[in-house]
């Protein structure tokens, strides 16, 4: 029985994507309490549920930095240390629309 649960898998599981190694360790805990097919129907609706939720809520970045009133955008003003503060949401209505490649 050891033999069948890739340690290796999950290890690597563990350090690429920690929702997959959610939804590993869902399917192979179910499999192992309660047979093979609930477990297994139990692993697609809980990898549904965890894709749906990734999927409702996006990473979103907003790319930019913000002109300060003194000094350049890239050089930090006298006296001052360190990079420019990063930009956050806009305050006027700057947001558009962009194409959906097809």
């Known amino acids: 029985m050891a033999g069948l649960i890739d340690v290796k898998g999950l290890r690597y599981l563990w350090h690429a994507s920690r929702i997959d190694f959610a939804a590993a360790g869902v399917a192979l805990g179910d499999v192992l309490l309660m047979g093979v097919l609930d477990g297994v129907i139990i692993a697609v609706l809980a990898a549904a549920a965890m ?6 809520r996006p990473h979103v970045a907003f790319l930019g930095w913000v002109r300060r009133r ?7 003003a006298s006296g001052e240390r360190g990079r420019p503060r990063r930009a956050g949401v806009p305050r006027r209505g700057v947001a558009r629309a962009v194409p959906e490649r097809v």
């Open 51 to 56: 894709l749906h939720f990734g999927v409702t």
């Open 70 to 76: 003194t000094g350049s955008p890239t050089r930090p």
